[in-house]
């Protein structure tokens, strides 16, 4: 079995860039500072389900691009979530957070109507974060 990112993940983010373990993700939500890590392993469905080894991988990147959003976005606080239930395959939300955001205090999910990234504002934001999560 070939590791393929779900059609879901593929409409709804932006590849930033491949981490050890991960494929890291921008979601397409000018919004909030929202990114997703995917482990590049086939069928992985849940992180309990990984060798140990992968599932400290996982969470070194997770911490790993956490502090990079948190930083970066001087975010009040920090939300990772792997819920899984529209799309089965492994995915771990990281989404800094503010008090002042369109969703706060609620999670994100569900909450208004997503606003893609614009051309100049997706690029600024990609360089952003190519830029900080390679320090």
């Not at 779900?6 to 979601?27: F, K, N, Y």
């Not at 890590?37 to 911490?63: C, D, F, K, N, Y």
């Not at 395959?89 to 109507?113: E, M, S, Y």
């Amino acid at each position: 079995m070939t590791f393929t990112l779900h059609p879901q993940l593929e409409a709804d983010t932006v590849h930033i860039a491949e981490l050890g373990l991960c494929s890291l993700l921008l979601m397409n939500d000018a919004r909030f500072p929202w990114c997703i890590l995917v482990p590049r392993i086939a069928g992985a469905r849940e992180v309990h389900t990984l060798h140990s080894e992968e599932q400290m991988a996982l969470w070194r990147e997770v911490a790993h691009v956490a502090g990079t959003l948190e930083g970066a976005f001087d975010a009040e606080k920090m939300n990772v979530a792997a819920l899984g239930n529209l799309v089965p395959q492994l995915h771990i939300h990281v989404i800094a957070r503010h008090t002042t955001d369109a969703a706060w205090p609620n999670p994100v999910w569900g909450r208004g109507t997503p606003t893609p990234y614009d051309e100049d504002a997706l690029a600024e934001r990609l360089a952003l974060l190519r830029e900080a999560v390679t320090q």
